[in-house]
């Protein structure tokens, strides 16, 4: 934790940075302090550390959706550590609409980020929704089996 604080400290001290690299800096950093709460069970917290990263990742100019993603995808995880499944559910789809935006040409099949997939298919099992689940979890390990170079990491979740 204190690794976090002393990074935002450090942040505050830096010199000038252009608006895209702040934004990129401020907001990585609340996703990882709000990521490291949530898995040392403190996910109240962590989540509004995540929801200020999202926040932080929308005001980026030039616009990003992948980051916006990512960020949103993030938010979903933490909301499913506080057992609010419906939420999570809604911000892994506000999720989705930004990797859409980010590749249009994956609309039609679907394909996404395979850490967005596998977040709302955790939900959705927790929500005691198997069908959705099995079909996104399927979905996801098509994407991961299937991409140059190979996801070992996501293999492994």
């Known amino acids: 934790m204190e690794v976090t604080s002393v990074n935002m400290m450090a942040l505050e001290t830096a010199p000038a ?13 609340a996703s990882y302090r709000g990521q490291l709460l949530s898995i040392v069970g403190r996910p109240a917290e962590g989540c509004e550390y995540l929801k200020r990263s999202y926040d932080l990742m929308c005001k980026d100019d030039p616009y990003n959706p992948q980051e916006e993603c990512l960020a949103a995808s993030n938010y979903s995880h933490g909301l499913g550590s506080m057992n609010e499944y419906d939420s999570g559910v809604q911000w892994s ?7 859409f935006e980010h590749r249009p040409e994956d609309r039609v099949s679907g394909v996404c980020a395979p850490a967005v997939k596998l977040t ?28 140059r170079p190979y996801l ?4 492994a979740r």
């Open 152 to 155: 070992w990491q996501m293999a």
């Open 120 to 147: 709302l298919e955790l939900l959705h099992l927790f929500r005691g929704e198997a069908r959705e689940a099995r079909e996104v979890l399927l979905e996801g390990k098509n994407r991961i089996e299937s991409s």
């Open 17 to 29: 940075m252009e608006h895209h690299q702040r934004i990129f800096a401020e907001g990585g950093l």
């Open 93 to 99: 789809h506000t999720a989705l609409k930004h990797w």
